[in-house]
């Protein structure tokens, strides 16, 4: 399902500047943002977070059949990072091929182009991941 537009612009805090929430509880660290930390339920005392953006790679394949938004930047390797403060997220890794990148090779954050061809004219931005 094609998200509008309200719903884009509304996660733009989350994708363009990595935010997420820690739970001050039992420490541990979320992404994307959450209402309640699931180990702690309702002793849990979340707050908000901006993720440095430097990690390892935790997982990653290449995908050579993407969907189509995405068939003019394939190849491309696509990765869970873990990121330093232990969140996971899933993002793209610019600029390299699956033979450059190894399980805990170091990453940070870059800002890119998503996808371009929305019908509504929009190009959407967001953080990926280039080797360090
Ligand atoms: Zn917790």
């Given at each position: 399902?094609?998200?509008?537009?309200?719903l884009?612009?509304?996660?733009i805090?989350?994708?363009y500047?990595?935010?997420?929430?820690k739970?001050t509880?039992?420490?541990t660290y979320?992404?994307p943002?959450r209402?309640?930390?699931p180990?702690?339920?309702?002793?849990?005392?979340?707050?908000e977070?901006?993720?440095?953006?430097?990690?390892?790679?935790?997982?990653?394949?290449e995908?050579?059949?993407?969907?189509?938004?995405f068939q003019?930047q394939?190849?491309?390797?696509l990765?869970i990072?873990e990121?330093?403060?232990?969140?996971?997220?899933t993002?793209?890794?610019v600029?390299a091929?699956?033979?450059?990148?190894?399980?805990g090779?170091?990453?940070?954050?870059?800002?890119?182009i998503?996808?371009?061809?929305?019908?509504?004219g929009?190009?959407?931005?967001g953080f990926?991941?280039?080797?360090?």
């Amino acid at each position: 399902m094609k998200e509008s537009i309200p719903l884009t612009w509304r996660k733009i805090p989350a994708r363009y500047r990595l935010l997420g929430v820690k739970c001050t509880t039992c420490s541990t660290y979320y992404f994307p943002k959450r209402l309640v930390c699931p180990k702690c339920r309702r002793r849990g005392r979340l707050e908000e977070v901006r993720y440095s953006g430097k990690g390892k790679v935790y997982s990653f394949t290449e995908i050579t059949s993407p969907p189509v938004a995405f068939q003019d930047q394939a190849p491309y390797v696509l990765a869970i990072i873990e990121l330093d403060e232990g969140a996971k997220v899933t993002g793209q890794i610019v600029d390299a091929r699956a033979s450059d990148v190894k399980i805990g090779s170091r990453v940070d954050k870059v800002f890119r182009i998503i996808q371009r061809d929305d019908p509504e004219g929009l190009i959407h931005y967001g953080f990926k991941f280039k080797l360090v």
